[in-house]
T-cell receptor, first 111, second 116 residues
Framework: NAGVTQTPKFRVLKTGQSMTLLCAQD?????MYWYRQDPGMGLRLIHY???????AKGEVPDGYNVSRLKKQNFLLGLESAAPSQTSVYFC??????????FGPGTRLTVL | AQKVTQAQTEISVVEKEDVTLDCVYE???????LFWYKQPPSGELVFLIR??????QNEISGRYSWNFQKSTSSFNFTITASQVVDSAVYFC?????????????FGEGTQLTVNP
């Protein structure tokens, strides 16, 4: 099992550009999450999904959209990137039972 | 609303010292779960332990031990005989039940540096 994987690992964008981060899990997990990590602020939840075809807002959803068309994939989109979205993005997944397992992270810089 | 506070931003110890990382939480949920994650310099998040609100038994795993006290809303983490490889950022986190999505609320993290 690869566990939770994230693509890409690094990305640099210019303000106003768009991009999609892909999270994939091969553990047949129902729940998937996107967090962002900023210095001194821990991780904050952006959006999450409790099953295929469902999404819900987390703590800091503004400026992001998500889709869960397939159970194994959870996509995070930035339609018009801003410097405030410079961060490390982590995806996580879990099955029934509440331990979330995290991907390796994507480091995004918006210039 | 849930909240996790890790008052210690940075801790520096010398190898073989014992060190305790503090975590205080706030929640209105009757059932909740507490976690510790480790983030080494490589950046990944490593799950260490999960505790549910009904289980106040302390746990020991090798050099690691956890003290959960509902009366003080604390879930502290102790490393005995610290080693350089323990250097990392440690996060305490809290979640409610799956009916609320099991969303994690993280503390701000404690940077632990173990010096040789």
């Amino acid at each position: 099992n690869a566990g939770v994987t994230q693509t890409p690992k690094f990305r640099v964008l210019k303000t106003g550009q768009s991009m999609t981060l892909l999270c994939a899990q091969d553990m047949n997990h129902e729940y998937m999450y996107w967090y962002r990590q900023d210095p001194g602020m821990g991780l904050r939840l952006i959006h999450y999904s409790v099953g295929e075809g469902t999404t819900a807002k987390g703590e800091v959803p503004d400026g992001y959209n998500v889709s869960r068309l397939k159970k194994q994939n959870f996509l995070l989109g930035l339609e018009s990137a801003a410097p405030s979205q410079t961060s490390v993005y982590f995806c996580a997944s879990k099955s029934v039972g509440v331990t979330q397992y995290f991907g390796p992270g994507t480091r995004l810089t918006v210039l | 609303a849930q909240k996790v506070t890790q008052a210690q931003t940075e801790i520096s110890v010398v190898e073989k010292e014992d060190v305790t990382l503090d975590c205080v939480y706030e929640t209105r949920d009757t059932t909740y779960y507490l976690f510790w994650y480790k983030q080494p310099p490589s950046g990944e998040l490593v799950f260490l332990i999960r505790r549910n609100s009904f289980d106040e038994q302390n746990e020991i795993s090798g050099r690691y031990s956890w003290n959960f006290q509902k009366s003080t809303s604390s879930f502290n983490f102790t490393i005995t005989a610290s080693q350089v490889v323990d250097s990392a950022v440690y996060f305490c986190a809290l979640s409610g039940e799956e009916t609320s999505g099991s969303r994690l609320t993280f503390g701000e993290g404690t940077q632990l540096t173990v010096n040789p």
